[in-house]
Structures are given as structure tokens and as C-alpha cells.
């Protein structure tokens, strides 16, 4: 496996294969890697003939009082991971690589980044959406390989591809969970073993909406009114937001018909979880 | 000469010329092509295998009330100055394939397009930005080829180029001009024949500019209010800034040193001009 460490070596090295007609697949991450990673490692390793890994904690995307600074970083047990999946390349910039001195350019997709995750984290998708363009126009991917947990990224993303006319297939790959549900997350392992069993809620309230879906519940109202009652049973959890909504537009829905996706944001002390469900076709 | 109307097709064409290692030169125009455009297309065809110009209106460039409507199309005529010139490929998107429905994401590059052009035209080079970042991703040239007429704009798309990672060079060439040294522009067909006359007064005010630091003036203050003095003497002329600048961050210049650009735009009636002169070197 290869180890990139600056921008023109990785750009340089996917150039030659692009011009040999390689099939590129990029999986972007922030490292501390975990079965949820390596699903999306093994989705790529299957459509497409390199691989490549970014690991890069992209301060960007952060706010201000947000967990940068004791975001996990473990670049030797992310490597080791890669490794062992067949990684071709590894693409772990510096800091000073990705953002040089007078670096001062953003871009933003307006409507998608408004609601949810952008309106509780103000800049975040601005910080993602920069970065990805960057990912995208150094390494050139074929395809990018994104987690459903993180679903209005993926939606996002999606737009801006089509938008800035990038190239890139967006492939976004099912959420994998624990055993009792809880969506894999680097962020996990902030919580104590009380406020883990409490996580299960934020799983558990979308497993409610979608069965009450399943049985013929129409109200979008409803459906969140049941899903902010079963969060509502668990002491240590607070939600930010559950939300019925239009899965291209992420718009909150009245009437459900069609394709669904169930949102939410729960706080378990000063940790932030995310999950959502997609119920009906794309 | 090949026309290409869609993205998809213009995309195609030159992603086949790169596998082959063509290099590909871009000169994005709005039309209307008059002899600095041909200057650009000459140098292109110097130093490119393939030159490709672009033909755009570009709607997110321009502000409320500005002449977006009656900015001057003709593109047959401007297709036959291309064929003249041995353009291998014209790219004369509709505004729909550009800019498709639901489209969201814009590109901005902060600092450098705050002042002058930015400040007098809100939202002015967030559309440049744009649809720049979008040419270079649906053509992907090796060189593109700007007009030093805009110098804050080639300042803006060298910035965004480094920034995003977009792997082209810009290559800046002279402001051509009439032999009484006004800038040829696309708008300049707006002025009436007494305008025409009182136009030259922003190159008069330049070279005025340039002259007193060749004879040791080193004061950017007392360079700026020549300036104003020389626009002053034509009372169809109305400065809207002049300044002397840093020409790498187009910030105001206090104590002149060594490289300088004079930035100047003035209204003649409805009519707006700019124009700049680099002393010194880059």
C-alpha cells in the first residue's frame, strides 16, 4: 500500500492510472476507522480497481466548541486497517497541504445545507462540501464512497457533484449498526457505558416511525410526535431534531406517499448522535 | 470547427483529446468577440494542441439592474471569428445545461473579492467563480486564457485554481486597446460618440498614475488623487474608485515599493469601464 503525505504526489500518482484507465474509487474519512469504514473499503474494493483511503481531520467542518481537537486520531491503526483491506493508497495530507497560507475559497450547496445537521451545525456542510471538492479534483475518483448514516451529507454531496459538473459517481453504502442497533460511529466511544445503552434510543424511535409508516400512518406530524415520545422515555437522552422528510429535498413531508426518510439528532450528555431510515425507493 | 450546445457532448470530446494527451486551451468568453478575445485565442493556439472557446452569457454575473438583457449576442458572427481563427471547438451551452433545475452550489473566493469589482458589484465573482469552476470541470483544459482588461478576476481565478485544486493554468494576457489606448471591451459599443471621447479618460488617468511613479512618486495616496484630478477634467466622466495595490491581494498601497497594479473604473453616463496598469513585476 501506498502512503501519500502530499497533495501533488496523490494527484500525480492517480494521473497515471486515470490515463491508464484505471477505475478509481476514493472512500473519504476523517481516520479512526471502524467496521462502518470498512464496509465502504470492501464496497469500493469490489467496483473498482484501486482504491483509494483519504484520512484527513478536516477542521473545517467543525464548529467552533465542537470536538476537533479530541477527534480519535490513529493514523497507525487506520493504515493497518487499510492494509489488511487491500487499500492501494493511503492519502494522509497535513494540514498546511489542503488549506496553504492565504487559502480563502469555499463552496456551498445553499438549499440542501439549510436544514438539520447545517441549521445545528452552522459552516459544517460549507467545511464538507470544500473538502470533498478538493478530494474530488486531487484524486480524480471514479467513484466516491459515502455512508448512509450520514444521509444529508450524501445528498449533498450528490448535488454538488451534479452541480460543479465534478465526474464522480456518489455511492452511498447502508449504515452498518451494532447488535442492538447503534450506528457505527467514530464518535462512540465518547460515550460511558450508561449513556451507550442509552443510545439505542435514537435507533430504536426510527425503528417506531417506520413500523407506524409500515402500518399505514400517513401524518408526517404523527410519525414524528411517536418518534419524539420514544426518545422522550430515555432520561439521558435530548432530541435535537426528528424529522419525516422528502429524501432528495430533505424537506419535512405532510402526506406521506412515497419515498421517506426518517431524520434525527439526539444529544446523550455533551455527545451528538446521528441515524436516519429510508423506507420506499430513492 | 466543432459546435458543441450540450455538456455532456463538450465534455466527451475533450476527455477523449486528454486520454490521448492533447493539451487543451480554453478562452471563456460571454461573446460578443472583438479583438482582445482574438488575442486571447492566438495566444491559446501558440502554446495549446487544441484550443477551445466558450461562449456563456453567464446570468449569476451579473447584479439587479445590470445589463444582462441587452448584453450583446451574436453568436454567428462570433462563431465565424472563431472558424477564422482556427478554434478546433466552440462550447455555446443554453443557460438550462448549465445551470439545470434545482441547481444550488456556488463557489466563492473570499478576501480578493471583496473590494473594487466585488464591492461595486455584489454577488459579481461569486457568478465569475462559479461558472469558471464549472468550465474547467466540463472542459478540464491544461491553460486557460484570461484578459489582463479584468485583472482582479484573473487575481480571483488563479487564487481559485490554487485553492480547489483545479490542476489549470491561467495565462494572463495585455489589455489590447484602441490606437487612442481605451480597452477594448464588449461594452464599449454602448457609448455614444461623444461618450467614446470622454472614455479615454480612464487610460488618460492610468498613464498619468504611471508616470508620476517612473519620476519617484511613492506616495499611493498621492498617486490615487492625480488619478482622480486627470477623471475630474472630463465632466462626462464619473470615478467610481481608483487605487493603487498590492497586485497579489489588491489590497491599497500606502508606501509604494516594488510591484504595483492602478485599478480604475468609471461611469460614462449609464455606461460602466474598467481598466488597470502593472508596473513593476508581477
Redesign the interface.
Known amino acids: 500500500m501506498r502512503v501519500f503525505r502530499s497533495?501533488r504526489a496523490m494527484?500525480a500518482w492517480s494521473g497515471t492510472l486515470r490515463?491508464e484507465g484505471v477505475v478509481i474509487g476514493l472512500v473519504p474519512t476523517m481516520g479512526a476507522l471502524h467496521a462502518g469504514h470498512r464496509a465502504l473499503i470492501r464496497a469500493a474494493r469490489l467496483s473498482c480497481d484501486a482504491v483509494v483511503v483519504s484520512l484527513f481531520v478536516n477542521p473545517r467542518q467543525f464548529g467552533a466548541g465542537e470536538d476537533f481537537a479530541r477527534y480519535p486520531r490513529r493514523i497507525r491503526a487506520d493504515a493497518a486497517l487499510c492494509r489488511v483491506e487491500g487499500v492501494d493508497a493511503l492519502f494522509a495530507p497535513p494540514r498546511r497541504d489542503i488549506y496553504?497560507a492565504?487559502?480563502?475559497?469555499?463552496?456551498?450547496?445553499?438549499?440542501?445545507s439549510r436544514r438539520w445537521e447545517g441549521a445545528a451545525r452552522p459552516g459544517h456542510f460549507e467545511g464538507v462540501?470544500t473538502i470533498v471538492?478538493?478530494l474530488f479534483?486531487?484524486v480524480r475518483p471514479d467513484v466516491a464512497f459515502f455512508g448512509q448514516k450520514d444521509f444529508q451529507q450524501a445528498v449533498v454531496v450528490r448535488?454538488?457533484v451534479?452541480?460543479?459538473?465534478?465526474?464522480v459517481r456518489i455511492a452511498i453504502h447502508p449504515t452498518v449498526r451494532e447488535p442492538d442497533g447503534l450506528a457505527l460511529s467514530s464518535r462512540n466511544q465518547y460515550l460511558s457505558p450508561r449513556q451507550r445503552r442509552a443510545a439505542t434510543v435514537l435507533y430504536d424511535a426510527l425503528q417506531v416511525g417506520c413500523a407506524s409508516i409500515q402500518a399505514g400512518q400517513r401524518s408526517g406530524e404523527r410519525v414524528k410526535r411517536l418518534m419524539q415520545e420514544r426518545v422522550g422515555q430515555e432520561p439521558l437522552a435530548r432530541a435535537d431534531y426528528l424529522a419525516v422528510c422528502d429524501p432528495r429535498t430533505l424537506e419535512p413531508i405532510e402526506r406521506i406517499a412515497r419515498a421517506v426518510v426518517l431524520l434525527g439528532a439526539v444529544r446523550i450528555g455533551r455527545i451528538r448522535l446521528i441515524d436516519n431510515a429510508l423506507i420506499g425507493k430513492r
Open positions: 497533495v494527484s490515463r496553504p492565504g487559502f480563502q475559497t469555499s463552496v456551498v450547496v445553499r438549499d440542501l462540501v471538492t478538493k479534483t486531487i448535488r454538488l451534479e452541480d460543479l459538473n465534478l465526474g
